[in-house]
């Protein structure tokens, strides 16, 4: 007995002085950089006449909030959202990933602790009467064995094998629970894209809806004046020819309008025969004149892409550790325990117990390389994951940068769109007061014409580009989850 206690605390000193064998994985620094772009990025964008031309100002450092779609000022949008994170399947999916993955944890978790199995057996037997001896003292050929047991099995963690494969566990469970993030994000950035272009289209069709009014009153002006003889019918054929093109360019639009209310009743669940989306025009959005950017150190801590690449790499990391322990002694211990008797009321009766305990060691000494091999693998799977994770942060960073140039980008592009279009209404309005009375003839009618309408068109997609890009700036900074309610944290363990 004395020398079985002090065998115990032996294996018990052994399993809590052992070190699990392989790397020890530390979070990658954060890239050496204090800004997104070679050039500075200036504190506001130029701004212009009109809802959506305030200039916007971005403020480096500040926090992102969890629901930054409500800045848009947008209750359509605020409940579009809403639905779509209850009901959008891909989300759905996402979680049960992350619970399946977190289960997997717990199970994995389990080869810390012994296996105990209960066992019972029942058996009528008999034995030959010619050749063998009865199996019973009282001659009977015919008898009946009943055996209950207990079994308890523990493999040895000595090497830390068991550990680094929950390690890994854990890194998987922290790459489903980066995914549902990132569906999360994606959700809710295609919506907010999705409501913007929806805008945008009712915006382009309306404007195109101006322009072929217009067409329409060129001709009636044109077709008057031919009938007294002022105009030539060639005139009038040619506006017919523009009228003609103009109302050729509104079933495009009108097409992809309604796509994107079927996508938009997709994105939030539905079927688009089941309901029909709710409209938005670009008036009835607000676009934020606060933009967060958050600073260049805090991107790998907040982007889903780059938390679940650091996963990977995490479990890449534990990966090498069981591989390099598979490769040492296996040491397991087993025991058994249980009573055999031939009548089940005199089971664990005198002389009807017995138990065995059992050690073993084993060690590989030839498997063709199979080990080596495999643990090889491993070190090529930890290298492809380190440069994986580089190439997440250098596009996300490439993202960052380029997004903020485009937020830049588009308020120039519409003060200028404005300032293109005020001009170009002003010289149609004098150019068709002309035509009325005869003083210029169909071609400056004409030109003018398209100039508006190309004009007004530009407006139109530049406002929607300062929203989209907004969106998109949102979304490329990780989009503010960590600020949720509802975000899915670490389980404690």
Avoid at 44 to 53: C, E, L, R
Avoid at 164 to 180: C, F, G, P, S, T
Avoid at 249 to 258: F, G, M, N, V, Y
Avoid at 410 to 434: G, K
């Amino acid at each position: 007995m004395r020398g079985l206690v002090i065998a115990g605390f032996a294996v018990a000193a052994l399993l809590l002085g052992g070190c699990a064998v392989g790397p020890d994985f530390t979070r990658p620094d954060a890239p050496p950089v204090d800004r997104y772009d070679h050039d500075a990025t200036p504190t506001a964008t130029a701004d212009s006449p009109g809802p959506a031309g305030a200039a916007q100002h971005f403020t480096f450092g500040r926090d992102i909030p969890g629901e930054w779609w409500t800045l848009f000022q947008s209750p359509a949008l605020n409940t579009l959202i809403t639905e779509a994170i209850a009901d959008n399947p891909d989300l759905e999916t996402a979680e049960a990933a992350l619970r399946q993955a977190h289960e997997l944890t717990l199970a994995g978790e389990g080869a810390f602790f012994p296996t105990l199995q209960a066992g019972f057996s029942a058996s009528r037997n008999k034995t030959p009467t010619g050749s063998l001896s009865p199996a019973t003292s009282t001659g009977n050929p015919y008898y009946s064995l009943y055996t209950p047991q207990l079994s308890v099995a523990y493999t040895l963690d000595v090497f830390g094998g068991t550990r680094r494969q929950v390690e890994a566990l854990e890194a998987q469970e922290d790459e489903q629970r980066a995914q549902l993030e990132a569906a999360y994000l994606t959700l809710t950035a295609n919506l907010v894209a999705a409501a913007v272009t929806e805008a945008a289209l009712r915006g382009q069709i309306a404007a195109t809806g101006d322009i072929i009014a217009g067409q329409r009153e060129a001709l009636d002006i044109l077709r008057r004046q031919q009938g007294l003889g002022q105009a030539a019918g060639s005139d009038v054929a040619a506006q017919e020819a523009a009228l003609a093109q103009a109302e050729s360019t509104l079933p495009p639009l009108q097409k992809a309008l309604e796509q994107q209310h079927h996508l938009l009743a997709v994105l939030t669940g539905h079927f688009p025969s089941e309901r029909s989306a709710p409209t938005f025009d670009l008036a009835s959005l607000r676009l934020p004149q606060n933009l967060p950017v958050s600073l260049p150190s805090r991107l790998v801590e907040q982007r889903p892409d780059i938390r679940l690449a650091e996963a990977q790499l995490h479990a890449a990391s534990a990966e090498i550790g069981v591989a390099t322990a598979n490769m040492l002694p296996q040491i397991s211990l087993s025991a058994n325990v249980g009573s055999s008797a031939l009548q089940a009321a005199s089971l664990f009766g005198p002389g009807t117990s017995f138990f065995s305990i059992a050690g073993n060691v084993a060690q590989t000494l030839f498997d063709g390389g199979t080990l080596l091999h495999r643990k090889r693998a491993a070190d090529a799977a930890f290298d492809q994951a380190a440069a994986q994770f580089r190439s997440t942060v250098l596009n996300a960073f490439q993202n960052v940068a380029d997004v903020l140039r485009a937020v830049q980008s588009d308020a120039d592009a519409l003060r200028a769109a404005t300032a293109s279009e005020q001009a170009a209404s002003t010289s149609l309005d004098i150019t068709r007061r002309q035509l009325s009375l005869g003083a210029v003839n169909r071609l400056a009618l004409i030109t003018a014409e398209q100039a508006y309408a190309q004009a007004h068109l530009n407006r139109v997609q530049a406002e929607a580009a300062r929203f989209a890009d907004t969106a998109a700036l949102f979304q490329a900074l990780g989009g503010g989850w960590w600020n949720r309610n509802d975000a899915a944290a670490p389980v404690a363990r």
